[in-house]
Each structure stands twice: as C-alpha cells, then as structure tokens.
C-alpha cells in the first residue's frame, strides 16, 4: 500500500475501532468487525474512499 494509502487506511481503521468500542460491541464482535474492514482494505488495495454499496456487496467477506 502506498504511504499516503496506508495514512488513510489507519485513520479509518482507528475510527472504526472507537466507533464499535463505543456502542459496548463484546470483543469478539470488535474483532469480526476489525477483520472484515482488513478484509475490504486488502480486497480494494486499500482505496476505502467513495466505495458503493454494490462495491461492498461484491467483496466476499
């Protein structure tokens, strides 16, 4: 993943991970949540910018 890319990436990521902490997810749940969203990062070379949702539909997770 380019640098720029990878800065991007982490900062969703780390939103994501303080989104799901904050709605009380059991830890469990977090991981799924956190591997699905590596999954979709891997999936579209770590463009997580204006995905559609067929986009999202279209990665098997």
């Known amino acids: ?3 720029s890319l990878e800065s991007k990436y982490n900062h ?3 939103l994501h991970g303080k989104y799901v902490k ?3 997810l059991q830890p469990k749940t977090i991981e799924a949540y956190s591997r699905a969203m590596r999954h979709i990062a891997a999936y579209f070379n770590g463009h997580l ?3 559609s949702q067929d986009q ?3 990665c098997q997770v």
């Open 1 to 3: 993943m380019k640098p």
């Open 56 to 58: 999202l539909l279209d």
């Open 22 to 24: 904050l709605q009380g």
């Open 49 to 51: 910018d204006n995905l």
């Open 12 to 14: 969703y990521y780390s």
